[in-house]
């Protein structure tokens, strides 16, 4: 299973970017579907959650307010719409499934660099 991650880049100060995670081969709305980020010389932590269904979404407070999560369960894609960047928002995002069953994947991350 491959989540295949895409949206990442180099953006201004208070710019945005979107992030999006899709797979092919997941059953995808049995999966819970998180993001996760890791800035340099840190540990991994948590940025967002959104249940299977969509109807219920979590956040970081670092990021709530500013970061919206959604997903498209036809599509098999997870996207983090990320607004009001700041220079502290810099790192590797990714996404992360995981079922009822304990199941998990984690995307192989992408970049977010925010930089004037």
């Known amino acids: 299973v491959e989540l295949v991650q895409s949206g990442g880049g180099l953006v201004q100060p208070g710019g945005s970017l979107r992030l999006s995670c899709v797979t092919s081969?997941?059953?995808?709305?049995?999966?819970?579907m998180n993001w996760y980020r890791q800035a340099p010389g840190k540990g991994r932590e948590f940025v967002a959650r959104?249940?299977?269904?969509?109807?219920?979404?979590d956040y970081a407070g670092s990021v709530k307010g500013r970061f919206t999560i959604s997903r498209d369960n036809a599509k098999k894609a997870v996207y983090l719409q990320m607004n009001s960047l700041r220079p502290e928002d810099t790192a590797m995002y990714y996404c992360?499934?995981?079922?009822?069953?304990?199941?998990?994947?984690w995307g192989g991350g992408t970049l977010v660099t925010v930089s004037s």
């Open positions: 959104i249940t299977t269904t969509g109807s219920t979404t």
């Open positions: 992360y499934a995981k079922n009822s069953h304990g199941v998990d994947y």
């Open positions: 081969r997941l059953a995808f709305s049995y999966y819970e």
